[in-house]
Structures are given as structure tokens and as C-alpha cells.
Nanobody, 111 residues
Framework: QVQLVESGGGLVQAGGSLRLSCAAS?????MGWYRQSPGNQRELVAT??????DYADSVKGRFTISRADAKNTVYLQMNSLKLEDTAVYYC?????????WGQGTQVTVSS
């Protein structure tokens, strides 16, 4: 069982930046961030496996995912935030064939 604890969400003006953190209670393989806004399905934002990263087209060039393996922590640096980035952001991790989710952190971008 892996527990994921997210932090760093909040309210920011359009064009601003936020950094999300997700601390895992144990070892993980693939880690990532997903988001869900009202009325929409949960969607992939970014994933990281070792040094390999993948991003949704909507965030490429603005968001950066990274991880500190020694701390079992993954980060999401979000720059040039847009109104449409408003959502609950969920941390996700895979380990030993199971997928785990964090509780979510709200990111609200205002005009």
C-alpha cells in the first residue's frame, strides 16, 4: 500500500505560477499528475518514469514534472497558468502492478 499526499494548490492569477508536491509513503515506479474540472473527465497532465517525461499537449512548455527519488516525491511546476488550468489536481503512482491516487489539491486560476 502506497499513500500519496499532495500539497501546493491554491488560488493564483492568470499568468502566475504554482508548484505542486506529492510525497509517497514508499517506493514507486511511474508517477504522474492528473486533473479534473467540474463536468469533465479526469485527464492526464504529466508523467515521469526515471528520466523520461510525458506531457499533455495543453501544458507542454508551461508545466514541468520532476521527482526527488530520495524523498519519494514528485513535483509539478506550473508556469503561465491559464483560466482553463483550474481543476483538482491528483497525484498518481504505480507500484507492483497497482495504481494509487492522492486525495487531490485544488488549483484555481483567476482573471
Amino acid at each position: 500500500q502506497v499513500q500519496l499526499v499532495e500539497s501546493g494548490g491554491g488560488l493564483v492569477q492568470a499568468g502566475g505560477s504554482l508548484r505542486l508536491s506529492c510525497a509517497a509513503s514508499g517506493s514507486t515506479d511511474v508517477m504522474g499528475w492528473y486533473r479534473q474540472s467540474p463536468g469533465n473527465q479526469r485527464e492526464l497532465v504529466a508523467t515521469i518514469t526515471g528520466d523520461s517525461t510525458d506531457y499533455a499537449d495543453s501544458v507542454k512548455g508551461r508545466f514541468t514534472i520532476s521527482r526527488a527519488d530520495a524523498k519519494n516525491t514528485v513535483y509539478l511546476q506550473m508556469n503561465s497558468l491559464k483560466l482553463e488550468d483550474t481543476a483538482v489536481y491528483y497525484c498518481n503512482a504505480w507500484w507492483m502492478g497497482y495504481v494509487y491516487w492522492g486525495q487531490g489539491t485544488q488549483v484555481t486560476v483567476s482573471s
